[in-house]
């Protein structure tokens, strides 16, 4: 097999992209990432990202990518020995990596073996499941006011939006957040939010964002209800309203992540449509 490390973005986008798109579903994340960078290779940050690919008889085998500080993201795979190079590869280059992110089989074994050969503790931040929708059950909709996010509301916007990431996401940090929060800012003043809003009385009561894009897929995110409104369906009817609204405007399907161990989101979603495709695992690195 043979490994190789890429500076040039035009040049890994020309191998990484065919190949990734053989299973658009398993590695919609890594080729969300990868259509981004080839717009913009400063998109996640200034410093420059890990490209890596793994080739066997002229065939793309494995891909990985990193946009520091993120973790490592290693696409799907059918040969598990490519983690063995993997592993070695970034090793021998003195990588320093906080975790991964991959499905189960591969984060599994790339993260045991990173641990050993650097003398790191392992920790499973969170098991995740990718789904896939291709249609939204009708009786999901509802009735309610579902429209974007007017600039009206950005305030609130950014009011839940660290609220559900201080929720969901264990580690974020007050930059994290704050990070977010510019973006959705920028998509404010640009009359360009990908935020949508569920109504009651014209009262806001629900949010969830369109996310990255995959060549037929588009990512939902940011599906947050504040506490004092939830168990009345609003969040259902809000993923429900935007996944169909998505498929309408010429996606062929919609894909979220879940954590599994909440089972009230990954039902939540079950009952739209959306239907499991793989297992992930999400490992953190740290000192022993």
């Known amino acids: 097999m043979i490994p190789r490390f890429y500076d040039d ?30 717009k913009n290779i400063e998109v996640y940050g200034e410093e420059k990202p890990l490209l890596f690919s793994l080739t066997d008889a002229k065939i793309i085998k494995l891909i990985a990518l990193r946009t520091p500080p993120h973790d490592l993201l290693i696409s799907y795979t059918d040969n598990l020995s490519t983690i063995d190079v993997l592993t070695e590869e970034l090793t021998n280059r003195n990588e320093k990596l906080p975790g991964v992110l991959s499905f189960k089989e591969g984060a599994d074994k790339f993260a045991v073996q990173w641990c050993e050969k650097n003398l790191l503790k392992l920790n499973l931040f969170r098991k995740e499941r990718i789904y896939e929708l291709v249609k939204v059950s009708e009786d ?16 609130l916007v950014f009011q839940w939006a660290g609220e559900m990431m201080k929720e969901a996401l264990i580690d974020t940090t007050k930059d994290d957040i704050q990070r977010m929060i510019e973006i959705l800012r920028e998509e404010f003043d640009q009359d360009k939010s990908h ?3 569920l109504f009651e009385d014209n009262d806001p009561v629900s949010m969830a964002r369109e996310a990255g894009k995959t060549p037929n897929g588009v990512f939902v995110n940011f599906v947050y209800t504040p506490i004092p409104l939830r168990r009345k369906g609003y969040a259902t009817e809000c993923v429900a309203k935007l996944s169909k609204h998505l498929l309408e405007v010429g996606n062929r399907y919609c894909f979220l992540f879940t954590d599994l161990s909440n089972p009230t989101s990954n039902s ?16 953190k690195f740290l000192d022993k």
Do not use: C
């Open 140 to 155: 999901t909709l509802g009735h309610r006011k579902f429209s974007v996010a007017p600039k009206a509301h950005q305030e």
């Open 195 to 197: 935020m949508y809003l």
């Open 268 to 283: 939540i979603y079950q009952k739209i449509g959306y239907q499991p495709v793989i297992d992930e695992s999400h490992y």
């Open 9 to 38: 973005i035009n040049e890994f986008y020309k191998v990484a992209y065919p190949f990734l798109l053989e299973h658009e579903a398993e590695n919609n994340l890594p080729l969300a990432i990868l259509i981004s960078l080839k």
